[in-house]
């Protein structure tokens, strides 16, 4: 008996009971559902946080004050927190320790910003000449304002695209247009491009430099953030290094400032995204096994039942192995099914969660095949039993059999 | 130069039944010659379902020889039995068997599949087995659309379509009424006359005096061996059956 016979044998056997079919196939099409949406979403939002983190430009390290927790965004102030100073901003400027490419600072204050009738609450980040450069974020109308207005204090500022469509008719129109923010006018002498960082609408920025910030508009020397740029992803390292040292010799105390390499925090991405894939691959496991155990019990439910047909089989010719093969090819061709199923079913619902959710949703074809040819493992493996139960049939009680 | 079809010289079967030895068969020896139809009867408990198990190779004896066409065959292990089965017999069973999800067809196919026949020569080998037993009518209808003489020239049909040595029926008239009974034993004739052998197994004396020769079995021996005088002719036994009916209905 060839293979395409067995198959199509096995195919009406599953057509001729579709409910008993569909309900064996039900455990492993759950199982194989769950684990492809999720990771389907669970990657779809790694990539993201990924994409965010290189958005935001390469080769960084920041350096901010407080002990930070190595987590974006959990960064916790310690005793004395405003420990960064505008004077080390410099000092690290005319140090020029090899690899490093540029450094900018970051101030981000919260202000309404005013131009006519028309005004908006927004962030207010103080910077540097190079920070276009480092975050990979550039001017689209305009210019950034350069060295000489950063020395100066200048009352210049560039404005975020959101922010400048809010404010004017079109981006365009902003160009030396004086806006106010608290209590400075200053002339917009840029728009930024159109970017945004996943869920974050970078638009939503005023950028000006940071001496004006400080001078004009907080009072304050305190620097909430430096970051440095290496020339390559080898200088992260002794950079890093670097860094350590320089502000351990500054502040006299290593607990009162936090050096974050980028690497680090893409590395605890993906150990977390590891430890889920471990979570989901122990579900999976869990719930195809149970799929499993059904699939062995219908079997053996099938097996009885079709005894006298098995019997008919022998007699007519069938060796043990051919009536092992049919069985087999039936239960895989179940869980195989249940499988398919299962991927379209998951695809659909992670399209779905996706849709009415921000989680973006990436169908992994790696896991579609990790679970489509589990399925049919354990079509396999938990067919054997039953099928071994029926290839050892004694025919004659079995062709007696009622 | 006759070689006989069957050839059993000595047949015990011993079953072990906890405690207790059974003694199905007892030493049976005779010989069926090609082109024979030999009927087999006997009490139940006589042993004839054992020696009809046995020479349809879905069983071992405990002890002494069996030779299907001059092959020894009784100590075939479980492939080479399929094989045997497969290719020199011809079962007909009592409760018909048919597959019910499959035509009647694709039912007398299933002996050559095994046989790994190409698809091509099985449906002509099938239709042409179909024909000889008169159904070629009906070779797309499902068991269960046909009564139960035609479910049983079916399972004729798949019985011969391997073209064995020997037709084995056990009972083939057990679960039908005369008329169809008559039919079937009209069939079997018919394919004697071509040449078939047959062995068929009853307890019917009516059934079996259509075969040439009867081999009577009590308590697992061979009690007598009886040759029939004037086989009974279906045929004949058929048109009587009619002509009753029109008598009945005038």
């Given amino acids: 008996m060839n293979l395409s016979e067995t198959l199509q044998s096995a195919v009406s056997s599953i057509l001729s009971n579709k409910l008993r079919s569909f309900l064996t196939m039900l455990g492993i099409i759950i199982g194989v559902a769950s684990v492809v949406a999720m990771t389907s979403l669970g990657e779809g939002t790694t990539e993201e946080i990924i994409g965010q983190i290189g958005s935001l430009g390469s080769n960084q390290i920041t350096v901010i004050p407080g002990r930070s927790r190595g987590i974006p965004g959990m960064a916790v102030a310690s005793r004395g927190g405003n420990m960064l100073e505008w004077k080390h901003y410099l000092q690290l400027q005319d140090f020029g320790f090899p690899g490093i490419k540029n450094i900018i600072v970051e101030n981000t204050t919260s202000f309404t910003v005013t131009y006519g009738r028309e005004s908006v609450r927004t962030r207010v980040i103080g910077t540097t000449p190079q920070y276009p450069e480092v975050r990979n974020f550039n001017v689209d109308i305009g210019r950034f304002f350069d060295q000489k207005e950063l020395d100066n204090a200048e009352r210049v500022a560039v404005l975020g695209r959101t922010v400048a469509q809010d404010l004017f008719a079109s981006p365009e129109e902003a160009l030396g247009k004086k806006i106010r923010a608290g209590r400075i006018t200053a002339t917009v002498i840029g728009v930024m491009e159109e970017k945004s960082s996943g869920m974050q609408d970078l638009g939503e920025q005023v950028f000006i430099p940071i001496t004006t910030m400080q001078k004009r508009l907080t009072g304050s020397e305190y620097i909430q953030s430096i970051t440095v740029q290496t020339e390559t992803e080898e200088d992260l390292d002794s950079a890093v290094q670097f860094l350590e040292t320089f502000f351990t010799n500054r502040l006299k105390d290593p607990e009162k400032f936090s050096v974050i390499n980028q690497q680090d925090i893409l590395d605890t991405i993906n150990q977390v995204t590891g430890t889920m894939t471990l979570f989901l691959t122990a579900i999976t496991g869990i719930s195809l096994l149970v799929g499993g155990i059904g699939i062995m019990n219908i079997m053996l439910v099938s097996v009885t039942e079709r005894t006298r047909e098995i019997g008919l089989r022998k007699a007519i010719g069938a060796r043990p192995f051919d009536i092992l093969i049919q069985f087999v090819i039936e239960s895989s061709l179940l869980s195989a099914l249940g499988g398919i199923i299962g991927i379209v079913l998951g695809i659909v619902i992670s399209q779905v969660i996706s849709k009415f959710s921000s989680y973006p949703a990436i169908v992994s074809v790696e896991a579609i095949i990790i679970a489509f040819s589990i399925s049919v493992g354990v079509g396999l493996f938990f067919g054997i039993y039953p099928a071994r139960r029926a290839s050892q049939l004694d025919p004659i009680t079995a062709l007696r059999y009622e | ?250």
């Fill in chain 2, 1 to 250: 130069m006759n070689q006989p079809v069957i050839k059993v010289e000595d047949l015990w079967k011993i079953y072990q039944l906890g405690e207790v030895q059974v003694e199905a068969l007892r030493g049976v020896s005779f010989e069926i010659e090609g082109g024979e139809f030999i009927a087999i009867m006997g009490p139940s408990g006589s042993g004839k379902s054992t020696l009809m198990n046995i020479l349809g190779c879905l069983d071992r004896p405990t002890r002494g020889r069996y030779f299907l066409d001059g092959q020894e065959v009784s100590q075939l292990n479980e492939n080479q039995l399929a094989q045997v089965r497969n290719k020199k017999i011809g079962f007909v069973f009592q409760s018909f068997n048919l597959l019910p999800r499959l035509t009647a067809l694709q039912n007398v196919e299933l002996p050559l599949i095994y046989a790994g026949l190409s698809l091509q020569k099985r449906k002509e080998r099938a239709m042409e087995s179909l024909e000889a037993v008169g159904l070629e009518e009906r070779v797309r209808h499902y068991p269960n659309q046909l009564s139960g003489g035609q479910q049983q020239r079916v399972a004729i049909a798949r019985a011969l379509v391997n073209n064995p040595s020997i037709i084995l029926a056990d009972e083939p008239t057990g679960n039908l009424d005369t008329r169809s009974s008559e039919e079937i034993m009209h069939v079997l004739q018919k394919l004697n006359r071509e040449g078939k052998t047959i062995v068929l197994v009853t307890h019917e004396r009516d059934i079996a005096s259509h075969a040439h020769r009867i081999l009577h079995f009590r308590d697992g021996q061979l009690v007598d061996n009886e040759n029939v005088e004037q086989p009974l002719e279906a045929l004949a036994v058929l048109k009587e059956l009619t002509e009753e009916k029109v008598v009945e209905s005038v």
